[in-house]
T-cell receptor, first 116, second 114 residues
Framework: SQTIHQWPATLVQPVGSPLSLECTVE??????LYWYRQAAGRGLQLLFY??????ISSEVPQNLSASRPQDRQFILSSKKLLLSDSGFYLC???????????????FGEGSRLTVL | AQSVTQPDIHITVSEGASLELRCNYS??????LFWYVQSPGQGLQLLLK??????LVQGIKGFEAEFKRSQSSFNLRKPSVHWSDAAEYFC????????????FGIGTKLQVIP
């Protein structure tokens, strides 16, 4: 069966410090990978998605970047955190779909980032 | 572009009572519709999805949803709520694409009282 692991679960960082959140998927190949941010009362905001190694698309201009160094690894980074980067970050994967029909998103447990 | 409206931010129901969570969507073509549930501090889990066909969709944990094109709605229902159903529920609409072009609503937080 497929599993998704995301870490760290919680992180408290000072403003201006770097960030690295990691996500790995097991039990599947060539997944689509996603980073979402969840803020209270604002639902889920798609930050980045990737359809293959080295292929990253950004949905929202921001202080963050993403990389996909391996097929099942997705990393969210920042060189200098801002207060506004605080939030709950969710990694997700989905299988490649036939006919471009969207399928199910499988989410990790999330990483809560607090920037002080 | 698609959008989703969940008009109820918080809902409180008694255990054993029926539940209906509202969702309205905006999309120019036949939508792909989803309901996800999130327990506190956790990721999201798919409850059910609608792509086509029968407009009444059955999901996990005893939930169902009905697609009403004329009302642009996809409301989630459960006939008898259990305390373990307390969570946040997200409606989402998807569009065809090489990746999941899924737009989420802001969520409805469900509280269940004894």
């Amino acid at each position: 069966s497929q599993t998704i692991h995301q870490w760290p679960a919680t992180l408290v960082q000072p403003v201006g410090s770097p960030l690295s959140l990691e996500c790995t998927v097991e039990g599947t190949s060539n997944p689509n990978l996603y980073w979402y941010r969840q803020a209270a009362g604002r639902g889920l905001q798609l930050l980045f998605y990737s359809v293959g190694i080295g292929q990253i698309s950004s949905e929202v201009p921001q202080n963050l970047s993403a990389s996909r160094p391996q097929d099942r690894q997705f990393i969210l980074s920042s060189k200098k955190l801002l207060l506004s980067d605080s939030g709950f970050y969710l990694c997700a994967w989905s299988p490649r779909t036939v006919g471009l029909r969207p399928g199910e998103l499988f989410f990790g447990e999330g990483s809560r980032l607090t920037v002080l | 572009a698609q959008s989703v409206t969940q008009p109820d931010i918080h809902i409180t129901v008694s255990e054993g009572a029926s539940l209906e969570l509202r969702c309205n969507y905006s999309y120019g073509a036949t939508p792909y519709l989803f309901w996800y549930v999130q327990s506190p501090g956790q990721g999201l889990q798919l409850l059910l999805k609608y792509f086509s066909g029968d407009t009444l969709v059955q999901g996990i944990k005893g939930f169902e949803a009905e697609f009403k094109r004329s009302q642009s709605s996809f409301n989630l229902r459960k006939p008898s709520v259990h305390w373990s159903d307390a969570a946040e529920y997200f409606c989402a609409v998807g569009a065809p694409g090489g990746y999941q072009k899924v737009t989420f609503g802001i969520g409805t937080k469900l509280q269940v009282i004894p």
